[in-house]
């Protein structure tokens, strides 16, 4: 059985996201503390994504090592940053039904 770990992102606090969202995540996978790791982009945190060059040079850098990277499709195109979201690599569909399944699953769950 896979041991597996969902992040979900919502903060678009920069220090938050650098220094434990992109950094945990990373290491998680590279140091197979988890099996995998999916990270949830939702809300404001797409907001900070489509705009931010560092941060999206770390997701991407996190997608290359294998963390998968989704985000939440109603959520980017009521901000209009879906083709954002899609340019960095993240894979866009409704994730609501996702999240709900991995909650009632008992997988571990983190959320920002």
């Given at each position: ?41 939702w809300g404001a945190s797409q907001q ?51 999240l709900s399944d991995w909650a009632k699953s008992g997988k571990p769950l983190m959320?920002?």
């Amino acid at each position: 059985m896979k041991n597996e770990l969902m992040i979900v992102w919502t903060t678009a606090n920069r220090d938050t996201i650098l220094n434990m969202i992109c950094l945990y995540a990373l290491n998680a996978k590279i140091k197979g503390w988890f099996d995998e790791v999916t990270v949830l982009v939702w809300g404001a945190s797409q907001q900070v994504l489509s705009e931010d060059s560092e941060i999206r040079e770390h997701v991407t850098k996190m997608a290359e090592a294998g963390v998968k990277v989704i985000a939440c499709k109603k959520c980017a195109e009521n901000m209009y940053i879906e083709k954002h979201m899609k340019e960095c690599g993240v894979d866009v569909f409704y994730t609501g039904e996702l999240l709900s399944d991995w909650a009632k699953s008992g997988k571990p769950l983190m959320t920002f």
